[in-house]
């Protein structure tokens, strides 16, 4: 016996080909006729579903491993970082994601209570080393009972790929491992969550921070060979904030944090070192809407290290060790300008201090970024961007890293359920370190991406 949902499916189906069908049988005599009414059925996405979408991809990498050498030779069953491997990307990517609000019917005690399931299934052609599939699960939730607001935004991801590293014989950049660190076996944990309280035109809002790597990837002692080490960052505090005009709040901040490096194996590095910390940071920012068109949404403020252990000496020399407790400066910022109903331009920053998945170092990571979007047309949208980022790992190492992006596309909607999209990017790996190492191409690279990709909502 078929189930009543078999049933329902074969009567839509029906349906559908009665509906297409009626034109083509008047057109062949049936003129004199009247038609049969069918009905149309149309599917609706019912409310508790809010997104339902496939994405199919296909890009030309040039440089897949972001290398900068060329490697004459492969050892067996080695995977080894050469200039120019090229290939292929197939990726497949659907998504759903379910709000449960409607369901439960709570919309005066819950805004949001969502979850979201969106893996990527990527295939390299020309190197089964990297392909992989990615599993990405959010969570949110969001409350308000005046005059408390609740939000918390979980993404877990677990990505199936290769546990061996790669080796890059004379070294590589930071973003060379940072990328191909990403196709490699492990998990993921970001959690953000805040509970703001306000108290008039003044609010306060206690928040906590998670972001989290637990890498799988095997260690091996083989020269060039890439180790990843586990690492996180873990962080709360409380902003004070005042609302000087409408939309637009000033803060003072408090974080106190712990970021955490594993150390390699003792038979890979017996001095055992990592550069655990603990920090605290004061913050000043400005949240909110100045004009209709110019939103802004930054902090800074300085930084207070604390290492738990030695760290590295400075430059290698075992007579200048680096200071455990330094002071720096944290900072982020996005700005966003919406001149017209048809552009919109995105500028972000951070910089921060972050412990490396290589082992033993810290580094200062400063992130540029830029994206303008405009509506040629009620269906053709042009993409713009550029992006410039920076890994200083001065003292504890003589590395000075920087990769440019810049990146360029079309996305035009077939219909309101379609759309189809081009792009090309275009990076650039340099070596800035101005002294102490001789100038070396392994670290630099250069890397072309173009793609085309269609993606169905339903």
């Known amino acids: ?72 030779t492969t050892p067996s069953g080695a995977v080894v970082g050469a200039r120019n491997v090229s290939s292929w990307i197939t990726t497949v990517s659907p998504k759903i994601g379910v709000n449960f609000v409607p369901l439960l019917g709570t919309q005066d005690l819950l805004q949001v209570l969502s979850i979201g399931y969106a893996p990527d299934f990527v295939i390299f052609a020309n190197e089964s080393s990297e392909t992989y599939a990615s599993h990405r699960l959010t969570t949110s939730i969001k409350t308000q009972i005046e005059p408390v607001t609740l939000s918390l935004d979980n993404a877990f991801t677990y990505i199936d790929g290769s546990r061996e590293g790669v080796i890059y014989p004379d070294g590589a950049s930071s973003f060379t491992n940072g990328t191909v660190r990403e196709r490699r076996d492990q ?73 955490y490096q594993e150390a390699l194996p003792v038979w890979l590095d017996a001095r055992q070192f990592t550069v655990t910390n603990d920090y605290q940071r004061v913050l000043f920012g400005v949240e909110g809407k100045v004009f209709s068109w110019l939103k ?8 207070f290290k604390s290492y738990t252990g030695d760290r590295p000496s400075e430059g290698g020399d075992p007579g200048r060790l680096i200071p455990k407790n330094p002071t720096d400066v944290y900072g982020e910022a996005t700005v966003t300008v919406t001149p017209t109903a048809s552009d919109a331009l995105v500028v972000k920053y951070k910089r921060w201090n972050w412990v490396s998945s290589t082992g033993r170092n810290a580094y200062l990571e400063t992130v540029y970024d830029a994206s303008y979007r405009h509506q040629l047309t009620d269906a053709l949208q042009l993409e713009l961007g550029a992006r410039a980022a920076q890994a200083d790992y001065n003292p504890s190492a003589l590395r000075n890293d920087w990769d440019y992006t810049f990146s360029a596309g079309l996305r035009y909607a077939v219909s309101a359920n379609l759309s189809v999209d081009v792009s090309y990017a275009y990076d650039i790996g340099r070596d800035d370190q101005d002294a102490g190492v001789p100038a070396g191409t392994w670290r630099e690279f250069y890397r072309n991406v173009v793609s085309t990709g269609m993606q169905w909502k339903f």
């Not at 000087?244 to 709040?249: D, M, Y």
């Not at 802004?296 to 930084?303: F, I, R, T």
Request: some cysteine; aromatic content about 12%.
């Open 187 to 259: 998990w993921q944990d970001r959690l953000k969550a805040f509970a703001k309280i306000d108290l008039g035109p003044v609010f306060v809002r206690p928040v906590v921070s998670l972001t989290y790597y637990d890498l799988a990837t095997s260690f091996k002692n083989i020269p060039g060979y890439t180790n990843y080490v586990d690492r996180y960052d873990l962080n709360g505090g409380a902003d004070l904030g005042y609302n000087v005009i409408k939309n637009l709040a000033l803060l003072l901040g408090y974080r106190y944090g712990h970021q």
């Open 296 to 303: 802004l949404e930054g902090y800074v403020g300085p930084e």
């Open 1 to 72: 016996m078929k189930s009543k949902k078999t049933s329902s499916w074969t009567r839509i189906a029906l349906a559908s080909f009665l509906a297409a069908a009626c034109p083509v049988l008047t057109s062949a005599g049936e003129a004199g006729k009247t038609p049969v009414a069918v009905e149309s059925i149309t599917w609706q996405k019912p409310a508790w579903l809010s997104e339902l979408s496939l994405g199919i991809r296909e890009s030309y990498d040039s440089n897949i491993f972001l290398a900068g050498a060329e490697i004459p």
